[in-house]
T-cell receptor, first 118, second 113 residues
Framework: NAGVTQTPKFRILKIGQSMTLQCTQDMNHNYMYWYRQDPGMGLKLIYYSVGAGITDKGEVPNGYNVSRSTTEDFPLRLELAAPSQTSVYFC?????????????????FGSGTQLSVL | AQTVTQSQPEMSVQEAETVTLSCTYDTSESDYYLFWYKQPPSRQMILVIRQEAYKQQNATENRFSVNFQKAAKSFSLKISDSQLGDAAMYFCAYRSRDDKIIFGKGTRLHILP
């Protein structure tokens, strides 16, 4: 059981380049999230998805795009990379059924992607 | 929009002692979830404890317990019998009704031998 898999682990981009950060989970989780973590800081929510075909903006969505065509995959697209996007990016997933039904919900995180934009 | 505030950037505690990490949040919702996550140097995020807002009883997990004060919008984490392996960044997190999960800036905890 692989859990949440992020690729690549490291990447250096030049200003203005584009790239896609891949995220796949094999736990049949309905919720998926993208966060960025700047050095010594907390996690900032970029985008999230509550199921295939549904995405929504988080706290810092500018400069990013996402799609959720399948339950398993939630790629994050960076268009026109800028130095301000230098960060560690984490993908996470969880299974959340219903607020009326108690669960032991928790986020499962990938190992992160270290991105530098120079 | 909801916010999560951790006012202690760093804390230190002697091994085997007890330490309390603070977290406050701002929300107009009555139904939400709160979490504490731990991030060791490996960068892997680990759930420490969770609390449902509708539950009045404070959550506990072995040496970890919370003091949840809903009216005060406070959610502190108490670590008893601190161990060297507890050294990490600790993040408080809030899950809103629209399913966003937002994090505080974190508290770096040092364990002194």
């Amino acid at each position: 059981n692989a859990g949440v898999t992020q690729t690549p682990k490291f990447r250096i981009l030049k200003i203005g380049q584009s790239m896609t950060l891949q995220c796949t989970q094999d736990m049949n989780h309905n919720y998926m999230y993208w966060y960025r973590q700047d050095p010594g800081m907390g996690l900032k929510l970029i985008y999230y998805s509550v199921g295939a075909g549904i995405t929504d903006k988080g706290e810092v969505p500018n400069g990013y795009n996402v799609s959720r065509s399948t339950t398993e995959d939630f790629p994050l697209r960076l268009e026109l990379a800028a130095p301000s996007q230098t960060s560690v990016y984490f993908c996470a997933s969880s299974y959340f059924r219903d607020r009326e039904i108690p669960t032991n919900e928790k986020l499962f995180f990938g190992s992160g992607t270290q991105l530098s934009v120079l | 929009a909801q916010t999560v505030t951790q006012s202690q950037p760093e804390m230190s505690v002697q091994e085997a002692e007890t330490v309390t990490l603070s977290c406050t949040y701002d929300t107009s919702e009555s139904d939400y979830y709160l979490f504490w996550y731990k991030q060791p140097p490996s960068r892997q995020m680990i759930l420490v404890i969770r609390q449902e807002a509708y539950k009045q009883q404070n959550a506990t997990e072995n040496r970890f317990s919370v003091n949840f004060q809903k009216a005060a919008k406070s959610f502190s984490l108490k670590i008893s019998d601190s161990q060297l392996g507890d050294a990490a960044m600790y993040f408080c997190a809030y899950r809103s009704r629209d399913d966003k999960i937002i994090f505080g800036k974190g508290t770096r905890l040092h364990i002194l031998p």
